[in-house]
């Protein structure tokens, strides 16, 4: 295992599946985690997720001083019964709305020498929770949905 790196991003698991939210500080990402966490989705870590390479797949942990908390402006900071550790399938940055391409090119990263698809949503569209799990099937289940080949 690979000494972690410490990044700015929110990690949530769903059904098994690490995904990462980056953004700047007040771009959405614990309010999109809260949204999927409300629909089943287990919170990871907040804000800042710790990662290393364990094989062929990225983990995402919290950081001890901050696990199972997750801020929600308004409110307060909330402790959660959060997952322990996740593997990475999907990195998603949050981005304005009108910085989103219609129908963009297929961007994939590197990080600690695996490779992981990339993908732009609007965070704070009705919309955006349902996209990122369809996204996410796409990605890692066989079958449909299914992203089309350009």
Request: net charge negative; no cysteine.
């Amino acid at each position: 295992m690979d000494e972690p790196i410490l990044i700015h991003a929110t990690a949530v698991a769903i059904d098994g599946h690490g995904v990462l939210l980056r953004g700047v500080p007040g771009s959405g990402k614990s309010d999109l985690a809260l949204r999927l966490i409300d629909a089943g989705a287990r919170l990871v870590a907040d804000d800042q997720s710790e990662l290393s390479r364990r094989g062929e797949t990225i983990v995402a942990r919290a950081p001890a001083t901050i696990a199972g908390l997750i801020e929600l402006r308004g409110i307060g900071i909330l402790r959660l019964e959060p997952l322990a550790e996740a593997s990475v399938a999907l990195i998603v940055d949050l981005v304005p709305p009108q910085s989103l391409e219609r129908l963009p090119s297929r961007r994939r990263e590197a990080i600690l020498g695996i490779e992981l698809p990339v993908i732009a949503l609007a965070p704070f569209e009705a919309s955006t929770a349902a996209k990122l799990r369809l996204a996410l099937r796409a990605f890692t289940a066989p079958g449909l949905p299914a992203m089309i080949e350009e």
